[in-house]
């Protein structure tokens, strides 16, 4: 294939995580070694700020380690992002030909968009753009997003980080009610709407025999106050203090979340109900049902940001996808997301390919029936086996007047 020089853009997109910033470093490390591409630019707040265009140059970094490696190391999106889905491109060509003109104003032939679900629909639906315009450029998408939920990836960069502050988090607040001997219940409140791969996490202590969630709920399974009572019964005959972790996307046979009542019917910029109150509702319901001590906690941000106990593991591989994007746009491919593929082999072992971002956006992963157990209560050991290597190793974190140094765009 003839190669297609120009320039390259990176945007981040959707909610920050503890690696997306490694992910745009792998992006910026990828490009350093393209000889296709003159310069890299980056988009100030995903598409919402290049539609402005808050366009910034990169090329500083494409040989800075140091910086790269605090970039790496930092939290949240060094780029800043946004939560814009675009509309079809009958809804509004128009839309579509200010994008365009921007590439083509500033000779963008490769495109690299880091995000969820809703920013695989716009990597779907800009190469579809592409090819009734007749522009040459190549669109990669690349995964991010602590909930896990991206179907046919083995699993998203993000997760790992997240999944491993979650599993620590639960053991040391398992360890603290374990202090004393009269009856309590804690119950923790973890990110998860649709699907419950985060809250999963909080059984992994148990998987190396150490402290956990007693019960654990999730929003595969359709969720009730009567067996969570019950549950609860049996397990402080067992042991004075029960921790709870539920995902925030519980809901009731009705389809009605059970914080929901908690957010008077507010919505986010995607028509989506806020989440937040699950274990606040049934902190009540236990001391309305059982009437000993209850208490309830969010982890909230905290999930998402807490890059000083980021997975090592997840932070290689999210540099690794983002070169492989690169390596991938350079090769002519368009139109795709770079995926995970776990390796069927005794280690933990992946391999990266491609697939159709249109397959991919607007799609849920759920957690897998089999992941969970008979009494939708908690889950298995094959779960804690799927994600127990993903929150594998520690970062070397710099450290300055005793606390974490970040990485800041200097433009």
């Not at 925030?248 to 046979?253: F, H, L």
Request: aromatic share 8%; net charge neutral.
């Amino acid at each position: 294939m003839e190669k297609l020089e120009g320039n390259a853009i990176v945007g981040q997109s959707g909610g920050p995580t503890s690696a997306i910033n490694a992910t745009l470093s792998g992006v910026i490390r990828g490009v350093a070694s393209c000889k296709a591409i003159k310069k890299l630019y980056g988009m100030r707040n995903g598409i919402e700020g290049f539609l402005q265009s808050d366009i910034i140059d990169l090329f500083y970094l494409l040989d800075n380690e140091e910086e790269l490696c605090l970039l790496e190391s930092t939290p949240s999106s060094a780029l800043g992002s946004c939560r814009k889905k675009l509309p079809s491109i009958i809804e509004d060509a128009s839309l579509y030909e200010r994008i365009f003109q921007i590439l083509k104003d500033c000779n963008i032939r490769y495109f690299f968009y880091i995000g969820g679900n809703d920013s695989m629909d716009t990597v779907s639906k800009l190469s579809e753009y592409s090819k009734k315009c007749g522009y040459e450029i190549r669109i990669i998408g690349i995964p991010k997003t602590i909930d896990n939920d991206l179907v046919i990836t083995d699993h998203t960069p993000g997760y790992g980080s997240a999944s491993k502050y979650i599993a620590t988090a639960v053991k040391e607040i398992a360890r603290d009610t374990a202090a004393y001997l009269c009856k309590s219940v804690t119950i923790v409140e973890i990110m998860g709407r649709d699907s419950g791969w985060l809250t999963a996490a909080a059984s992994l202590p148990k998987y190396f025999g150490d402290e956990c969630a007693d019960l654990i709920y999730l929003p595969e399974v359709i969720f009730s106050d009567e067996e969570f009572i019950s549950s609860l019964n049996n397990a402080l005959l067992k042991k004075p203090n029960v921790v709870v972790a539920v995902s925030e996307g519980i809901r009731y046979p009705n389809r009605r979340y059970v914080g929901e009542s908690l957010q008077n019917g507010r919505i986010d910029s995607f028509g989506h109900k806020y989440l937040s109150g699950a274990a606040k509702k049934l902190e009540c319901l236990v001391k309305e049902k059982i009437g000993c001590k209850s208490r309830s906690l969010e982890l909230s941000l905290m999930q998402r940001c807490s890059s000083h106990i980021a997975s090592q593991t997840d932070i290689i591989e999210s540099i690794a996808i983002g070169k492989y994007a690169v390596e991938c746009a350079e090769k002519g491919i368009s139109g795709k997301m770079v995926i995970f593929k776990r390796k069927d082999t005794k280690d933990y072992q992946i391999e990266m390919s491609c697939a159709d971002a249109s397959k991919i956006a607007n799609q849920v992963k759920f957690v897998p029936l089999n992941y969970i157990n008979s009494q939708g209560n908690n889950i298995t050991e094959e779960c804690m086996k799927y994600v127990a290597p993903l929150i594998q190793g520690e970062r070397s974190i710099k450290y300055e007047n005793g606390i974490p140094v970040h990485f800041k765009i200097k433009q």
